[in-house]
């Protein structure tokens, strides 16, 4: 049983716009109706002649010399993507404020919107500033020349994908006493602090950020975005509490969606599936204004597109590129399932080509022993893992069904380590990491690290929400790190309570729980190969009403290193399949030819519903325990990861025509 | 206007504008927040409500709609402070994440568990169509809601 659960079902959670304070000023933003264009007039509310600051990034060095523009607060000249803020509006009635936002004048002298990344690299530069639409360009690898028998040749894409948590992004800020107090649904409390106390120019010890329960985030809750800097501001100015809670339109036209992905690779091999090079480029279309993860992110595709396997040669050029869209974000996965489709998706050509069977050209390109990447990218042999995964979802009888099957591997963002805090208070031990938890079921690892290490039963510890006030410093919850890094931290952050209490002779867990200990940790920790966790997909697809294609069984094998909860990983990995399946089908964030999203509604967005959910084969196995000391891997994105190779391939395998585009084309069905 | 509803067996009036949303008063005016928005047009079900009886999304109507009828909210689906059949296998199957959607499945899942005849996987899968998990995969809300239908 969980309290935190038992507490959603009884309707008393604490989401965003649960929270309220009397006098509490609604906030509205009055975004963009263009995607492109100069803006002749604003008239009404808060505009960027009032409000003129710049979002920032972290990685200031990195943006030196670069091409790299940071999305302003508000629009100053001219606008950039449908959907970018132009003047806020605030009311002490939610309903009023809507009203006034509407009283807003805006008037544009519209431009040609630049679109795809073909447009972009074609088009003149959308920042009049820079040279070139080009943010920023990587090589990863080294240039080689193979003669190689087999050169095959293929263009692949991800269309961009909105993150749509159920709950929308939200924020309360109130300034009070001199201190400017924020709660807000987030994954890191950290860069919030961090975001608002750069770009307004505060003391950190004049800001805390607090975390109310976050319905879900998958990437969309982890930056500073405009709003918050309004509402924060506007709450400085007024002395009063400020509440924005996003409507869905508005996180489809301005929340930062993920992939938006595209491959020109060429696979190199012998005769007999060797696989002997893989060059090619990445483009990413970063949408109009740029940050650190966004722009890198063609570089953090091609450093991990070797996946498990062995191949000797790698060159890849990664660009990332301006169009006139909302600025990209992370999205589940971030990287990795780019990667992993744009190779495995190139494997099935060239086995395809030696009329071979897919997984033997697998098994055959897997190391023996450690093998670094030209990418840099180290990975531990995995032959023995997959092999044993293909038995145990007895591949003879998939294969008879058509499957398609993936290999992978899920790397963990450990980069930066991860904080954790213990503290015994009133008879209990209450919990805080520095990765903020949106109930993926943190506490579940949480309650088993301190009853494994202080013998205190699970029912006696509480996993608290983020704040930055009680653990003054922590990254945050992303890129499947939690497990591994807050584990890590939480880990070592008991030892040391566990010494204090032997100590002080304490030897009952209800003398340590009547004590008042406690205890912080910070971890700072680096990857190692044996983070990284190995995954096998398959997936059996159907075509539904003669029409539709569907995916009706999925089967996953997946290493999560040792197990620390395995309801909360079986939900995290049936989540993310059903995620990555429903990316293949019809989940995407399009565009109209005027720069305008298609979709204005959630259903519209092309996500799963129940009926879509197919039959689930999970199996959770442990290839070796990870550095860490409790043993965990990462498992977050697991699902995302392995099922869009594996749903593709079941699918052209029923209808014979190639797949290298999500969502697939239903004209491939004609 | 003077809008009176009767939810969760108490009466709240209040002088509100015609164009209030119901879940907007059964939130602020009434104060219950474990009815959600989720989206406001009807395609996530976290607003979802027992009107009469029968389960319905109250981001699409208006408060003034309901007059006259018994409202049951999530916090009403059972005896004070306490979980129903549904509630609770949900909980102990730990089949939700962030929570969010509680009200939703809670809603659905008590109706279907109430009000459909011969029970099995794809009936559940139908009638919870309507409602959105962002977490799951809804595999274990499938079979939890299922398991506690049959056994209804």
Request: proline share 4%.
């Amino acid at each position: 049983m969980s309290e935190r659960t038992e507490k959603f079902l009884k309707g008393k959670g604490n989401f965003i716009d649960d929270i309220t304070f009397p006098d509490m000023l609604y906030l509205e933003i009055v975004r963009s109706r263009k995607a492109h264009a100069k803006l002749l007039k604003v008239k009404g509310g808060l505009t960027a002649d009032n409000l003129d600051l710049t979002l920032i990034s972290t990685g200031e060095s990195y943006r030196k010399g670069k091409n790299y523009e940071v999305e302003p607060v508000l629009a100053k000249e001219k606008v950039l993507y449908y959907g970018q803020p132009v003047s806020a509006v605030y009311d002490k009635d939610r309903y009023k404020a809507k009203d006034l936002a509407e009283t807003v004048e805006i008037s544009y002298e519209e431009l040609k919107p630049v679109l795809t990344i073909e447009d972009s690299l074609s088009s003149k530069p959308i920042h009049d500033s820079k040279k070139d639409n080009i943010v920023s360009s990587f090589e990863v690898g080294k240039k080689f020349s193979l003669g190689s028998k087999i050169k095959l040749s293929d263009e692949l894409f991800m269309e961009r994908v909105l993150p749509n948590p159920l709950e929308t992004r939200g924020i309360v800020a109130f300034y009070n006493s001199g201190k400017l107090n924020v709660w807000i649904s987030t994954q890191s409390v950290y860069s919030i602090k961090n975001g608002l106390t750069r770009i307004l120019g505060l003391n950190p010890e004049d800001i805390n950020v607090y975390q109310s329960d976050t319905g879900g985030a998958f990437g969309s809750k982890s930056a500073v975005y405009p709003e918050y800097v309004i509402a924060s501001y506007l709450s400085i100015k007024t002395k009063k509490p400020i509440k924005w809670i996003e409507s869905r339109e508005e996180h489809i036209s301005s929340t930062r969606p993920g992939r938006g992905a595209k491959a020109q690779l060429k696979i190199y091999g012998d005769e007999k599936g060797k696989i002997e090079g893989i060059e090619g480029k990445i483009l990413v279309d970063v949408g109009a204004f740029a940050d650190d993860l966004s722009s890198t992110s063609p570089s953090w595709i091609g450093y991990q597109i070797t996946g498990p396997y062995m191949i000797e040669n790698v060159f890849i050029e990664g660009y990332s590129v301006y169009t006139n869209k909302a600025p990209l974000g992370p999205y589940r996965g971030a990287g990795r399932p780019e990667a992993t489709f744009f190779i495995e998706r190139m494997i099935d050509l060239y086995a395809d080509y030696l009329g071979l069977d897919p997984v033997d050209v697998r098994l055959k390109n897997l190391p023996e022993k450690l093998f670094e990447s030209p990418t840099g990218l180290k990975v531990l042999p995995s032959k023995a893992f997959f092999e044993e995964g293909i038995k145990k979802l007895n591949y003879a009888e998939l294969k008879k069904n058509k499957a398609g099957v993936s290999f992978g591997i899920l790397i963990p963002a450990v980069y930066g380590g991860e904080s954790a805090k213990i503290k015994i208070e009133s008879g209990a031990v209450k919990v805080w990491l520095g990765g903020n938890a949106h109930w993926q079921r943190h506490e579940l690892f949480v309650k088993r690290i301190i009853k494994e290490v202080l013998g205190i039963p699970e029912d006696k510890v509480i996993l608290m929400n983020g704040n930055t006030s009680e653990l003054e410093k922590g990254i945050g919850t992303w890129g499947s790190r939690s497990a591994i890094t807050a584990g890590y931290a939480l880990y070592k952050a008991a030892l040391a309570l566990k010494e204090k209490v032997e100590k002080m002779g304490l030897k009952e867990p209800q003398q340590v729980l009547s004590s008042e200990l406690s205890s912080e940790y910070y971890e700072n920790m680096q990857l190692d190969p044996s983070m990284i966790s190995f995954l096998l997909t398959a997936a059996i697809a159907e075509i539904d009403e003669g029409i539709k294609p569907a995916i009706k069984e999925i089967l996953a094998y997946y290493d999560v290193g040792e197990p620390l909860s395995s309801e909360a990983i079986y939900g995290q990995i049936t989540g993310g399949l059903l995620m990555g399946i429903q990316e293949v089908l019809t989940e995407a964030l399009k565009y109209d030819e005027k720069g305008k999203p298609v979709a204005e509604t959630l259903s519209a967005t092309g996500i799963a519903y129940s009926i879509n959910a197919p039959k689930y084969d999970v199996q959770i196995t442990s290839f070796g325990r990870s550095s860490a000391p409790h043993g965990a891997k990462g498992v977050g994105e697991a699902g995302t990861v392995g099922a869009p190779p594996a749903s593709a391939r079941a699918i052209e395998n029923l209808i014979k025509k190639r797949i290298n585009s999500l969502p697939i084309n239903l004209d491939l069905l004609a | 206007m003077k809008i009176k509803l009767n939810i969760n067996g108490t009466d709240y009036e209040s002088e509100e504008e015609p164009r209030m949303l119901l879940v907007d008063f059964i939130r602020d005016v009434a104060g219950l927040k474990g009815t959600h928005v989720g989206c406001e047009t009807g395609s996530c079900g976290a607003c979802m409500v027992l009107l009469d009886g029968m389960p319905v999304k109250s981001c699409l109507m208006l408060a003034v709609q309901a007059e006259g009828k018994k409202i049951i909210t999530i916090e009403g689906l059972s005896e004070k402070n306490g979980l129903n059949k549904v509630q609770k296998a949900l909980s102990e199957k730990k089949a939700l994440q962030c929570g969010f959607c509680a009200a939703g499945f809670s809603i659905i899942g008590t109706w279907i568990s109430e009000n459909e005849k011969n029970i099995d996987d794809k009936k559940v899968k139908e009638g919870l169509a309507g409602v959105v998990c962002r977490c799951s995969g809804y595999d274990t809300i499938i079979k939890t809601i299922t398991e506690v239908a049959k056994n209804e």
